[in-house]
């Protein structure tokens, strides 16, 4: 049974890929976190050097998923040597411990290592944070891409799932004034996200794994055909089998929204009155985001990776208990 070493595995993003992995059956998960410890996650301060090192090499994993990060974005400005530690100095621990065991590593960046003026995004393409959060994911980067050869980095934009508390999300944070008709809330009507699901991110995490498992066996198979012909043993083998699975991939959600037309949307899937939602024009206050960083996704999807829920769907299901207990 492959090992899988699953970081941040108490957060918004680590609970659904650590359950996506355990439920298949397929999978020796440890899941690690540093608060919020349940069950069999273990407590792991990534901050910590010393104790990151030795959670890796003891558990000797094949695969590590590093969800964890300092992913608000005004939170990173206010606190920046604290998030840096995090998004950068661990990632690049790990990574290190990585080529040590001889793990595949899955970085979870962000759709905010780009400016928001070009879009659709490719994978290979130009870099240009405009905020601390964005710099210190695109650093993150470059850290696996320093300490690995073989690694994947998987950009995600802004994400939404099942809760532990209402803010848990940006997305879902929105729904007490939601619920309040008696007071107008604005919401902004200029950025445009790709709001997307924490359980269909998880779902794309273990097809991306199973997919590096099947090159691996095919590149071995390859490898002992000593005719140099593929043998009708291999025809299991996807006709987009490529030895070379490594580098950086995008996911998204494909439905394009603002933060008022999110509004607008969950206020709907729960019969709430809209009249005193309205949309702002200007972009959101504080840290600057990018207008729209919306990812270019073909070569996931070209991989026969990849799942989508609708919007309304999903949120209606995540803001279910909220909504009913009056939030």
Known sequence: MRKVFVTGASGLLGRPVVRELQQSGSW???????????????????????????????????????????????????????????????????????????????????????????????????????????????????????????????????????????????????????????????????????????DDVAVVLRQLIEKKIELQICGAAVQQCSSGVLFTSLARCSQDWDPKLTGVFHWSASERMTRYTMAVEIAQAFNLPVYHIEPNPAPVLGTPRPYNAMLDCSRLESLGIGRRTLFRTAIKKCLSPYIEAGV
Not at 33 to 46: C, E, H, M, P, Y
Request: proline share 5%.
């Open 28 to 198: 020796d998960v440890l899941p690690v976190a540093f608060s919020r410890i349940k069950g069999d996650t273990r407590r792991v301060n990534l901050w910590n050097e010393a104790e990151t090192r030795q959670a890796i090499s003891q558990f000797k994993p094949d695969f590590i998923i590093h969800c964890a990060a300092e992913r608000r974005p005004d939170h990173v400005e206010e606190a920046f040597e604290k998030a840096e530690k995090l998004n950068v100095d661990a990632t690049r621990i790990i990574a290190e411990e990585a080529g040590k065991v001889g793990a595949w590593m899955i970085y979870i960046s962000s759709d905010y290592i780009f400016d928001g003026t070009l879009p659709p995004y490719k994978e290979d393409a130009a870099a240009n944070p405009l905020n601390a959060y964005g710099k210190t994911k695109l650093e993150g980067e470059k850290a696996v891409q320093q300490s690995l050869s073989d690694y994947a980095i998987l950009r995600l934009p802004i994400l939404y799932g099942e809760l532990e508390y209402l803010e848990e999300s940006a997305i879902t944070g929105m729904a007490s004034q939601l619920v309040d008709s008696e007071h107008r809330c604005f919401f902004s009507d200029y950025e445009k996200r790709f709001p997307t699901l924490t």
